[in-house]
Each structure stands twice: as C-alpha cells, then as structure tokens.
T-cell receptor
C-alpha cells in the first residue's frame, strides 16, 4: 500500500528549463529524503529533512533545492536542468529505521 | 565517504535453488544494515533488516551479519521466478539519517 506519494510520475523537458517534483507522506514520519537513481540503478542520497529542518545535504549542484512546508511534505526544485539530471528521483520517509519509498519521478532532459 | 560494496553484480540461479548475496561497508561506524528489493519499474521495498551479530530468518530469506567485518549476506532458498529483482544493501550509522546504498545485485531466477 502506497503511503509516499510523488508527482509527477514522469516529466520530459528541455535543457535549461525548471522542474519541480512534489512528495507527500501519510505515515506520520519525521524524516523525509530525496534520492537520485541513475540509469545504472545506483541510489544516491541528495537531501534529508527532519521536522522541516535540513539535516543531510550531499554534494549536489546548486540548481537543486529542496523545500519543506511541514514534516509530511518535501519538494525538489531543479533550476535550469542539464542532460545529466535525467534520472529517477525517489522520495522516501522514515521514522528512524526503514525507508519507505514513493514510486519515483522519472525526469528526461532533452 | 562511506561505501557499501555488493557482490556479485549479477546472479542467475535455477528455480528452487539457493541465491547468496554479499554486502560490506567500509565505514567502521555503521550500526545497521538493510536489504531492499526493487522489481523492474518499481521502487525499492525493504525486505529484511539486521542490527545485531548473527542470523535472522523470515520464511525463505535468511540474513547474516558480522559486525567485526561489517559484512552482511542475504540467502534466498527455494528461489522463485518472482524473486528476480535488483537487491540493494543499505547501511547507516545510528542517528545520522543517512542511508548509503550499494550498487546492487541483479538476481535472475530461471524456470
């Protein structure tokens, strides 16, 4: 049963455009994450928020910025996308143990 | 930078056979390990977790952990075609909110 909801599921855009991905979790967890999964299926953490506070900020280009309005929501904005940003972006939430992932948002940059 | 190494990269086993997957962390501060399974086109789902030395069994799945060597292994007995998936190992330190994933083992079970 899905409890981490991501939109959009799929997005095609041109180089230089801005993209936003939204994520909402209904599990009551305090911590949310954004991971990037590339074409080789490698999962890399990008950001983590705990109770709306940024706690993990990995080395990602400045064009990526997370936004959290409350602990149930964590969005990801990409300003001026590049071809290497093509990937699946996975949102997840956790209560400090298991990660629960959304179904992912696939971004294709042409 | 914490690294999680998984082996083999890919594995083919016959239906009914045993699949054995390995995972090692290079970070001495790691406390917890998880195994996630990702079917094609789907998101990863937690399969098993292990935090203490020893063995844990759930149905056809058994996980081992050796904290001294930071090595965990996942064993699937009586493998089924539905077990065909990407198996991801994840590790974290207590309270650092950063789960680091290995590159995965792609398992294919052939009938």
């Amino acid at each position: 049963e899905t409890a981490v909801f991501q939109t959009p599921n799929y997005h095609v855009t041109q180089v230089g455009n801005e993209v936003s991905f939204n994520c909402k979790q209904t599990l009551g967890h305090d911590t949310m994450y954004w991971y990037k999964q590339d074409s080789k299926k490698l999962l890399k953490i990008m950001f983590s928020y705990n109770n709306k506070q940024l706690i993990v900020n990995e080395t990602v280009p400045r064009r990526f910025s997370p936004q959290s309005s409350d602990k149930a929501h964590l969005n990801l904005r990409i300003k001026s996308v590049e071809p290497e940003d093509s990937a699946v972006y996975l949102c997840a939430s956790s209560s400090g143990n298991t990660l629960y992932f959304g179904e992912g948002s696939r971004l294709i940059v042409v | 930078q914490q690294k999680v190494q998984q082996s083999p990269e890919s594995l083919i086993v016959p239906e009914g056979g045993m699949a054995s997957l390995n995972c090692t962390s290079s970070d001495r501060n790691v406390d917890y390990f998880w195994w996630y399974r990702q079917h094609s086109g789907k998101s990863p789902k937690m399969l098993m977790s292990i935090f203490s030395n020893g063995e844990k069994e759930e149905g056809r799945f058994t996980v081992h952990l050796n904290k001294a060597s930071l090595h965990t292994s996942l064993h699937i007995r009586d493998s089924q075609p539905s077990d065909s998936a990407l198996y991801l190992c994840a590790a974290s330190n207590t309270g650092n909110y950063k789960y680091v994933f290995g590159a995965g083992t792609r398992l294919k079970v052939i009938a």
